[in-house]
């Protein structure tokens, strides 16, 4: 199974920002976006999980994605998770899968949201209501809710950000085992280098919202490259057992 990305192209209102890209995404293969503030990962993410108009097509397996498929194959988590609701932990997971909740929970569909949570550590929290949570908690409910509704492409916008360096760790190797043994396709956008060096099995650059730079991050992250995409000057280190390491040193330009 692959994603295939043909020609994708957004625009607000005369403004294109993705022009015309391509790409594949092939199976149990996480696929991170890096790119300066503006550089239309967001809108790349949000435009593939059929959020917003866009040009061009998507396949996956070879078969176009039409907009019923999407809603049901491809999930996304946004970067904003701060919206409010009385609503339990719990009940925000399991709304994941809305379209299998009746008038009757099915037996054992909150067994599984709760084992979903678990994957994050975040069982006790089940009956807490999310607006008396963390930033940090909140971001992890909802990656649990984008992950229950067991998903084939999976999108997720900056899904650490918000998270402490132990649960970085862990929510990464969780997705990356995830995606290994589900087949899962992950995309997501991060601004944490050396995290997309130790997690992704490919990266893409993005400049203005073209391609700049795809592959592995021994290839991507390389200081000319750093310097181009960031405006920054780099040290990249990597030694047999450590993954890659890009060291900032200074703003140029
Ligand atoms: N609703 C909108 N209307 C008009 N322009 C928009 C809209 N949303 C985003 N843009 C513009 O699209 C471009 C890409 O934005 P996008 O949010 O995709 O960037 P990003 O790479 O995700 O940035 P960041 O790292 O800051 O999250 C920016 O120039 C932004 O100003």
Known sequence: MTLKITNLTVAYGQTTIIHA???????????????????GKSTLLQALAGLIPMQGSTSLSGAPISAQDRHRTISYMPQDTSAQSSLSVLEVVLL???GSLGLRLPAGLADQALATLDLFGLA???????????????QLVF????????????????PTAALDLRHQLLVLERLRHI????GMIIG????????????????????????????PATEVLTPDRLRIMFGIEARVTQSENTPLQVVPLRAVG
């Open 124 to 138: 006790t929290l089940q009956s807490r209501p999310l607006d008396e949570i963390s930033g940090g908690q909140r």
């Open 188 to 215: 997501m956008a991060m601004h944490d280098l050396n995290l997309a060096a130790q997690y992704s099995d490919r990266i893409i650059g993005l400049g203005g919202g073209r391609k700049v730079a795809a592959g």
């Open 96 to 98: 994941g899968r809305l």
């Open 21 to 39: 890209l391509d790409d594949l995404w092939p199976t149990g293969q996480i696929t991170a976006l890096i790119g300066c503030n503006g550089a």
């Open 179 to 182: 995606a290994h043994t589900h």
């Open 143 to 158: 990656l649990a809710q984008a992950l229950f509704r067991q998903p084939r492409v999976l999108l997720l916008d900056e």
